[in-house]
Nanobody
Framework: QVQLVESGGGLVQAGESLRLSCVAS????????MGWLRQAPEKEREFVAA????????YYADSVKGRFTISRDNAKNTVYLQMNSLKPEDTAVYYC????????????????WGQGTQVTVSS
């Protein structure tokens, strides 16, 4: 069983940056692909970014491509999401998730989830 704990959320103004972190425990972190997903009020959870177990392959939603960067440090059991040029439409609860074998774009295909961290971007 893998436990995931996110941190780094907060309130920022449009154009500013945040870095989210997610620390994993209880499993072999380096064997999992990792993802970040988000859910805005009254909207379905959506894919943001994913990274392969090695960190070599990354994937992004079109809405964040060029602004967000996902990375991981397997020695620290941590995955990061660097968010630059934030927009009000990025406001959501951001979740870290782990998937077996390969990165996923579909939220329901993730095996383990964190509790989420709130990101609010004011205009």
């Amino acid at each position: 069983q893998v436990q995931l704990v996110e941190s780094g959320g907060g309130l920022v103004q449009a154009g500013e940056s945040l870095r989210l972190s997610c620390v994993a425990s209880g499993g072999t972190f380096s064997t999992y692909a990792m993802g970040w997903l988000r859910q805005a009020p009254e909207k379905e959870r959506e894919f943001v970014a994913a990274i392969s177990w090695s960190g070599r392959d990354t994937y992004y939603a079109d809405s964040v491509k060029g602004r967000f960067t996902i990375s991981r440090d397997n020695a620290k059991n941590t995955v990061y999401l660097q968010m630059n040029s934030l927009k009000p439409e990025d406001t959501a609860v951001y979740y870290c998730a782990a998937s077996v074998l390969v990165p996923r774009r579909v939220p329901n295909e993730y095996n383990y989830w964190g509790q989420g961290t709130q990101v609010t971007v004011s205009s």
